[in-house]
Nanobody, 116 residues
Framework: QVTFKEYGGELVQPGGSLRLTCAAS????????LSWYRQAPGKQRDLVAS???????TYLDSVKGRFTIFRNNVLNTLDLQMNNLKSEDTGVYYC??????????WGQGTQVTVSS
């Protein structure tokens, strides 16, 4: 089963931008849907953005127009471009496939902190 490792989280000021990258351990071309999730302190993990094999995307309402998800089936990576960051975007960000998410298998995630 393909596993994922997230990179790119850091401390950023409100209004700033950040790009997260997720590297897969194998090929992702045949994985039907890949997603980024976010878990804020003391809260449940939320689905932030998803992208299908065909490139169709969905977003959490609160990030629409600010976040963009990218999928590269050649490099086997999944990126999340985050613009105009807000304090409520703070959390640990994870990428995953539907199969691994449904079996509660997660990587270590990457911490994003939005603060002045």
């Amino acid at each position: 089963q393909v596993t994922f490792k997230e990179y790119g989280g850091e401390l950023v000021q409100p209004g700033g931008s950040l790009r997260l990258t997720c590297a897969a351990s194998g090929r992702i071309f045949n994985i039907s849907r890949l997603s980024w999730y976010r878990q804020a302190p003391g809260k449940q993990r939320d689905l932030v953005a998803s992208i299908s094999i065909g490139g169709d995307t969905t977003y959490l309402d609160s990030v629409k127009g600010r976040f963009t998800i990218f999928r590269n089936n050649v490099l086997n990576t999944l990126d999340l471009q985050m613009n105009n960051l807000k304090s409520e975007d703070t959390g640990v960000y994870y990428c995953n496939s539907d199969a691994r998410a449904s079996s509660n298998s997660w990587g270590q995630g990457t911490q994003v902190t939005v603060s002045s």
